[in-house]
């Protein structure tokens, strides 16, 4: 490790967006806990798409076979740091384009000689139109830092309906995770690392616990603007999923999601 810089990426075009808010609030909390932070714009350093180059080329010379100076900016800021934040808006389910990239050449270079082991790390994905995928969108953000080593906390599922709350969980997240800087804890073996990355909260959830999530965060976050149908409906719903009617319990939470919608929008 080089230092003990809380090193926050913002992986989205829209530099002043929801990811940037909650990459940015993670490294105020983390500062206000006296840690040094510095913050990227990955929009200024985009990596190029891997040309998967012969087996093991790569990971031999613990290098891209090919010149990609964002790579190596990104890759040697990411090496040195003392703790990582990285953040992805959702689109569609998945990460940015230039998140995935960076995140698919790293793992090609250095998933087996595993440099970042034991470093803490925190990833934030926004489901900022609809919604949906704030988990999903999570996924290859922890499932990278899980092939990478890495010892993640979180996740905080976010979206635009939750951002108040989202964002005040990140600073507590960051204020944790400067306590673990400089205090790496590696993992055991692999049995360790992926019991670790089980019990992380959210991510072992189902498409339909995910709607349910989702359907819930916007009836909460409405409080007293919320249709009183709305938490019969998600009752309703936890009801039909404990008989196993799926199918029917998807339709009442999308009844609850389609209302908190309406509802949200004459706020």
């Known amino acids: 490790m080089g230092d003990s810089t809380v090193l926050g990426l913002v992986g989205s075009p829209n530099r002043n967006g929801k990811t940037n808010q909650l990459v940015t609030a993670a490294l105020e909390g983390a500062a206000d806990r006296g840690a040094r932070v510095e913050l990227v714009q990955m929009a200024d350093h985009v990596v190029n798409a891997c040309k998967d180059c012969l087996p093991s080329e790569c990971e031999k010379n613990l290098k891209c076979t090919y010149e990609d100076a964002s790579l190596e900016y990104l890759t040697q800021k990411i090496l040195t740091c003392g703790a990582l934040v990285l953040g992805s808006p959702v689109y569609w389910s998945e990460t940015s384009g230039m998140v995935k990239f960076l995140m698919i050449k790293m793992t090609r270079i250095y998933a087996r000689t595993a440099p970042l082991k034991g470093v803490p790390t925190l990833g934030f994905a926004v489901a900022g139109g609809s919604g949906n995928g704030l988990v999903s969108g999570l996924r290859p953000l922890y499932h990278f830092f899980q092939t990478m080593q890495m010892r993640a906390i979180g996740p905080v599922p976010s979206t635009r309906f939750n951002l108040n709350s989202a964002l005040q969980r990140s600073r507590e997240l960051g204020a944790e995770l400067t306590g673990m800087v400089g205090a790496q804890q590696p993992f055991a073996g692999l049995e360790e690392r992926l019991a670790w990355y089980d019990s992380l909260p959210y991510l072992d959830l189902n498409r339909t616990g995910e ?42 939470i999308t009844r609850v999601y389609e209302t908190g919608i309406k509802d949200w929008g004459r706020r």
């Not at 009801?239 to 029917?248: K, M, N, S, V």
Request: proline share 0%; charged share 30%; aromatic share 0%.
């Open 211 to 252: 709607r349910r999530l989702l359907a819930g965060i916007i009836t909460a976050e409405l409080g007293d603007n919320a249709d009183l149908e709305m938490a019969r409906g998600l009752a309703k719903a936890d009801a039909l999923l404990a008989e196993g009617r799926q199918i029917e319990a998807l339709a009442e």
